[in-house]
C-alpha cells in the first residue's frame, strides 16, 4: 500500500526518541513553573500524544485497510451465494472513513486533548475536508447499477444474508492494551480538580459566544452539522450532492464559527492538560515499547493482507479506498 514505507519509519524514529526523552525532568504544567505552557511544549506534547495514538488506531492508510477487510469479509460471502443463485451481486459503495485524514488525529471524546482549531481555521480533523473527499468520492463511484433489483435478485440477496459475517474487530490486540493504558493516563489528568473547573468554565464560554451546548462533544457535532445534506447517498453514490455552492459555503462558515469558539474557549484548558500528559507519555513509550513495536508489525500485516485480498477480490470494482 503507498506510503507504508514512510509510516513504518516514522513510528520507529518515534519510538527511538521518546525513549531518549525517558528520564529527563521537564516542566508539566504551569503549577510547576508558575507560567503558562509555551507553544512549542503544547505542540510538542500533541506531536507525542498524536505518535502515540497511531498506534491504537492506525494511520489513515492502515485505518483505511482495517475498514476494508471488514467490508471483505462481509460481502465476499454475500457475492458468491449471490453468483451460486445464478445473480451477479451489486456491491454497494464502500465509504473509506478515513478519506480527508492526513495523519492520526488526537482523541477527540476527552475535552482536554481533542485537537484545537487549524491555521485553517477549520475543526480538527476538518469536516469539510472528510466531506468533501467522500462526496467527491461517492459522486466518482461508477458500482453496479442503483435501479430497482429484479425480484429473482432480491429473492437471491434475501437467501444469502445469512452467509454474510459479522463484524468482527480485527483491531491488532497490542493496539487494544495501549489504549488502555493512553485512557488511564488522560483520565488522571482530566480528572484533575482544575480541569473540572475548566469544563465547566468552557461551556459557559461558549454559551457567551451563542452556541448551546451541554457538554463538549455538543460542539463537534455543531460543528459538522451542516454539512448533512453532503452525505453520501448510499442508494446512489452519483447523486451526493457536490461540496459546492451556497450551501457548502454555510456549512464551511459554521464549522469555522464553532471551531474559534472552542479555540478561543477552550485553549487555556488544552494546553494545561497536553503539557501535563506530557511525562505519562513517556512513561507510557518505556513501558509498552514491546506492544507499540507489536502493534506497528501487526498494523503493516493488516495493510498487506488488505491490499492482497483486495486485488483478487469479486467486489474490489465497489471500493474505491484511494489511500490503498
Not at 97 to 124: C, H, I, K, T
Not at 142 to 158: E, K, V
Not at 216 to 226: H, N
Request: aromatic content about 6%; some cysteine; proline content about 5%.
Amino acid at each position: 500500500m503507498n506510503g507504508r514505507a514512510a509510516g513504518s519509519s516514522t513510528v520507529a524514529i518515534f519510538l527511538t526518541l521518546a525513549l531518549a526523552g525517558c528520564g529527563q525532568e521537564q516542566p508539566t504544567s504551569m503549577a510547576d513553573t508558575g507560567t503558562a505552557p509555551t507553544a512549542a511544549e503544547v505542540a510538542a506534547a500533541e506531536e507525542s500524544l498524536r505518535d502515540v495514538f497511531q498506534f491504537v488506531v492506525g494511520t489513515p492508510q492502515q485505518e483505511s485497510a482495517l475498514h476494508v477487510l471488514e467490508y471483505l469479509d462481509f460481502h465476499e460471502p454475500l457475492q458468491a451465494c449471490v453468483a451460486a443463485a445464478g445473480q451477479t451481486y451489486r456491491a454497494p459503495m464502500f465509504i473509506d472513513l478515513s478519506l480527508g485524514r492526513d495523519n492520526a488525529p488526537l482523541p477527540s471524546s476527552v475535552m482536554e486533548f481533542a485537537a484545537v482549531a487549524g491555521s485553517d481555521g477549520m475543526w480538527q480533523p476538518s469536516g469539510a475536508k472528510e466531506i468533501s473527499a467522500l462526496a467527491n468520492a461517492a459522486r466518482a463511484f461508477t458500482g453496479g447499477a442503483y435501479d430497482s433489483p429484479p425480484a429473482a435478485y432480491a429473492a437471491a440477496l434475501d437467501g444469502c444474508l445469512g452467509t454474510a459475517t459479522t463484524s468482527v474487530d480485527r483491531r491488532p490486540t497490542a493496539a487494544k492494551a495501549v489504549y488502555s493504558s493512553l485512557q488511564r493516563a488522560m483520565h488522571d489528568v482530566a480528572e484533575d480538580v482544575d480541569m473540572e473547573e475548566r469544563r465547566a468554565a468552557y461551556l459557559t464560554c461558549v454559551a457567551s459566544a451563542g452556541f448551546e451546548a451541554s457538554e463538549f462533544s455538543d460542539m463537534t457535532i455543531l460543528a459538522r452539522s451542516g454539512y448533512a445534506p453532503f452525505a453520501v447517498d448510499i442508494d446512489n453514490p452519483a447523486a451526493t450532492l457536490a461540496p459546492q455552492g451556497p450551501q457548502w459555503d454555510a456549512a464551511v462558515a459554521k464549522e469555522k464559527a464553532v471551531a474559534k469558539a472552542d479555540a478561543t474557549c477552550r485553549s487555556e484548558v488544552h494546553a494545561e492538560a497536553m503539557v501535563a500528559l506530557a511525562p505519562a507519555l513517556r512513561d507510557l513509550t518505556a513501558e509498552r515499547r514491546d506492544d507499540l513495536q507489536r502493534a506497528m508489525r501487526a498494523w503493516d500485516a493488516l495493510s498487506a493482507e488488505a491490499s492482497a485480498r483486495l486485488a483478487q477480490s469479486p467486489v474490489r470494482s465497489a471500493v474505491t479506498a484511494t489511500l490503498l
